[in-house]
């Protein structure tokens, strides 16, 4: 095992022990750890078998095995960055009905204050 | 029985505009025909709208955060909708609409009851025309309209409207949040609506800059037509 390697399986329990925390407290919904967790098993995987990349570049008929991290990791954002677009539009459909019942509430409390002041 | 009004009034930060509007508003003698409430929708000001607004007699919904003219307007559809009003009338706070033009309003709906008329700038060609700008960009709008709706709608980006009882009901459900005024009529003429126009003056606004200014209005233009395209295609129940 080469240094670099060591030192990547190492960050790598560091994220992962991370993400378990954040979980944990409650400060991250499990929906949304699903890609970090993906993300960081496979960095661990490929941590471990060194020649994994070179053998997946081959049979996706890539010649340059770096250009396969890439790739990968850009769809991967790409879809990730959608996800929370589309987590996005639904908070911000809750938070104009959630502020729309507050102001009708706040009118309707109103109305019957100054019903029973009468 | 008279019959139940409501005039809705969008307001973001109008602190300026709003008193002389309501002012001009109360006075008004809407015949007995029409039980007339005003209802102001503060959408988040952050300046003293709400305190203006308070010393008068008129309705106020107090939205607690900044959701956009669509929502504000939407909020006071859910109102009307709640109370049974038969009409509800947009009409926005800055002071673009003078408020004796919505007798004309009332009466094209006796004469000609559609379930929205909009009041257009552009049938009579009086009073306040707009920059060219934004009449090419008026001129596109209505060109995309008349493809999506097969109706003829010249001054779709006007907020001077009036809605019967069913468009405040299918607008409590389907509301665009931002630029709203293009994109509901796609909405309005799915659901089978029938939309006219009825000539309005209109004034250049009195204080405070339009929400469409510079870089926004090309993305307004990008925006709405992605907008109307997709609800042209989306269902309406």
Redesign the interface.
């Known amino acids: 095992m080469q240094k670099i390697q060591i030192i990547i399986i190492f960050i790598n329990s560091l994220l992962l022990f991370y993400i378990a925390r954040l979980i944990i407290k409650g400060k991250l919904r499990e929906e949304y750890t699903i890609a970090w967790i993906v993300c960081t098993i496979l960095l661990m995987v490929f941590s471990f078998w060194r020649n994994g990349l070179e053998v997946l570049a081959k049979a996706f008929g890539i010649f340059e095995a770096p250009n396969l991290v890439f790739i990968s990791f850009i769809f991967i954002i790409l879809i990730y960055l959608l996800h929370l677009s589309i987590v996005n539009t639904k908070l ?1 459909k809750d ?2 009905k959630l ?2 019942e ?3 509430m ?2 309707n409390l109103k109305k019957d204050e100054a019903n029973d002041a009468a | 029985m008279p019959i139940k009004v409501l005039l809705i009034i969008p307001c973001f930060n109008e602190e300026k505009s709003i008193a002389s509007l309501l002012d001009e508003l109360l006075t008004i003698n809407f015949t007995n025909k029409y039980w007339i409430e005003i209802v102001v929708v503060n959408d988040g000001s952050q300046d003293k709208t709400v305190e203006v607004v308070s010393q008068f007699n008129v309705i106020v919904l107090d939205l607690p955060v900044n959701i956009g003219i669509g929502g504000a307007v939407q909020t006071g559809f859910k109102y009307a909708f709640e109370n049974d009003y038969e009409i509800a009338i947009q009409v926005d706070g800055d002071g673009q609409h003078p408020p004796l033009e919505i007798l004309k309003m009332l009466k094209a709906y006796e004469e000609n009851p559609s379930n929205v008329i909009i009041g257009s700038r552009f049938i009579a060609k009086q009073g306040f025309q707009s920059s060219t700008l934004r009449r090419i960009g008026i001129f596109y709008l209505h060109f995309i309209n008349k493809i999506l709706t097969q109706k003829n709608i010249y001054d779709s980006t006007s907020g001077f409207r009036l809605f019967d009882k069913n468009a405040i009901a299918l607008a409590t459900r389907y509301y665009p949040d931002e630029y709203p005024e293009p994109e509901s009529l796609v909405i309005f003429a799915k659901a089978g609506f029938s939309i006219s126009e009825t000539p309005v003056m209109m004034k250049p606004r009195q204080t405070g800059q339009s929400s469409i200014r510079y870089f926004s209005q090309v993305y307004y233009i990008v925006k709405v037509t992605i907008a109307m395209f997709f609800s042209y295609i989306r269902k309406v129940n």
Do not use: M, R, S, V
């Open positions: 911000q938070i104009t502020t729309q507050i102001a009708l706040k009118q």
